[in-house]
Every structure is written in structure tokens, then in C-alpha cells.
T-cell receptor, first 118, second 114 residues
């Protein structure tokens, strides 16, 4: 079974530039998450999708971050303009659905997209 | 607001030692608690999931316990091996309506010396 795919793996940009990350979840997974993990910290949720609808984007800095999952499958996360404090790993994760997670089914993470803003 | 704390932040032990990692959370209204492993440069891998009605879960040399009333969980690793070296993260799933994403601790970085 293929895992959660993310690209690019690494990106270095200058502040005020833009960047986009792509995620392809496991086939059939209805729920997709984007997490931000700053070095030395645990992942923090940015946005949660159920199919192509947003469930939770309360911690997404909407003045500079945007995300979409138009067809309910793959997703893109965009940062424009980037700031130095956006340097982090952006993790995509997916699951069968939040109901199934509550019931004990696990969530699967991709290897992450590493962003350095200089 | 749910906060998750993990102690210690880092731990170094000799191979073969048994060890305990600690996790505490401030809001006991959770669906479940999960322990993950993160290797350098990699994503997270789920190790154990404990439902709020359960007290513990075991997988091989790993045993996780949950005391929801006191807001604590422990991950016990028996007979540690160098391959266990990684960062271990605990995460809880809140019981907020419509918001069931995981809240993570900052992790414990474990190094097992050969």
C-alpha cells in the first residue's frame, strides 16, 4: 500500500517569496491534515479537510497561508509571502475519516516538506 | 485549551535498560491518546493508541498506560536497543465538537547507546 506522498522534500526560499507544497494521501482516505512542525516542537495542526471541505482551519495564518483540496484527493498548501518564522517541516497526514480515528484507526503521516526561509 | 507536556525532553540510556517516557495533558475530555515515533528526517509512525476507556496497550516491547483522571500517560520500553533511538511524541484527541485533530507534545528525544 502506497503511503502519503509529499513534494518537494526540501525547499529554500528568501523571505517574502512564495512556496507551494503538494500532498497525495493514501487512496480512499477522506480526512487530510496539514501540520507545521518547528524544530524541537511537536506538530501543530494548520488545517483539516474532510473530503474537499474544511473541518478546522482555526490555527492557519490566513493572511499568508492557504490550502485547498479541490477534488477531495490531493491537496496543496501555499505560503505567500513567507516569513523567517515559517521555517519548519510541513507534514501531511491522512486517515479513513475522523470517525474512524476516534474508533481507533490510525492516522498516517508523510515524510514532510522541509522549508527554510532565509 | 488542551496542552500536552512530555518529560524528559531528552534521554540517553545504555542498551538493555528499561525506560519510561512521560506525557501529561491538561484536559481529561479526550477520545484517545496516541504514541508516535519520529526518526530524523522522517514522518511520524503510530506506535500505540489507547482509547479513553482503556488503561493500557501493549505491542512487543512497548507498553503504554493511560490515567485519564490524572491526565497522565507513560510509554514503557523494555530492554532498549540502539534501533529504538528516535523522538517519541504523545498526542491526544480532543472531544471538541467538530474538532478532533490531534494535539501533540514536544516529544522526548531518546538515544540508546550500544
Amino acid at each position: 500500500e502506497a503511503g502519503v506522498a509529499q513534494s518537494p522534500r526540501y525547499k529554500i526560499i528568501e523571505k517574502r517569496q512564495s512556496v507551494a507544497f503538494w500532498c497525495n494521501p493514501i487512496s480512499g482516505h477522506a480526512t487530510l491534515y496539514w501540520y507545521q512542525q518547528i524544530l524541537g516542537q511537536g506538530p501543530k495542526l494548520l488545517i483539516q479537510f474532510q473530503n474537499n471541505g474544511v473541518v478546522d482551519d482555526s490555527q492557519l495564518p490566513k493572511d499568508r497561508f492557504s490550502a485547498e483540496r479541490l477534488k477531495g484527493v490531493d491537496s496543496t498548501l501555499k505560503i505567500q509571502p513567507a516569513k523567517l518564522e515559517d521555517s519548519a517541516v510541513y507534514l501531511c497526514a491522512s486517515s479513513l475519516g475522523s470517525y474512524w480515528e476516534v474508533a481507533g484507526n490510525t492516522i498516517y503521516f508523510g515524510e514532510g516538506s522541509w522549508l527554510t526561509v532565509v | 485549551k488542551q496542552e500536552v507536556t512530555q518529560i524528559p525532553a531528552a534521554l540517553s540510556v545504555p542498551e538493555g535498560e528499561n525506560l519510561v517516557l512521560n506525557c501529561s495533558f491538561t484536559d481529561s475530555a479526550i477520545y484517545n491518546l496516541q504514541w508516535f515515533r519520529q526518526d530524523p528526517g522522517k514522518g511520524l509512525t503510530s506506535l500505540l493508541l489507547i482509547q479513553s476507556s482503556q488503561r493500557e496497550q501493549t505491542s512487543g516491547r512497548l507498553n503504554a498506560s493511560l490515567d485519564k483522571s490524572s491526565g497522565r500517560s507513560t510509554l514503557y520500553i523494555a530492554a532498549s536497543q540502539p534501533g529504538d533511538s528516535a523522538t517519541y511524541l504523545c498526542a491526544v484527541r480532543r472531544v471538541d465538537t467538530g474538532r478532533r485533530a490531534l494535539t501533540f507534545g514536544s516529544g522526548t528525544r531518546l538515544q540508546v547507546q550500544p
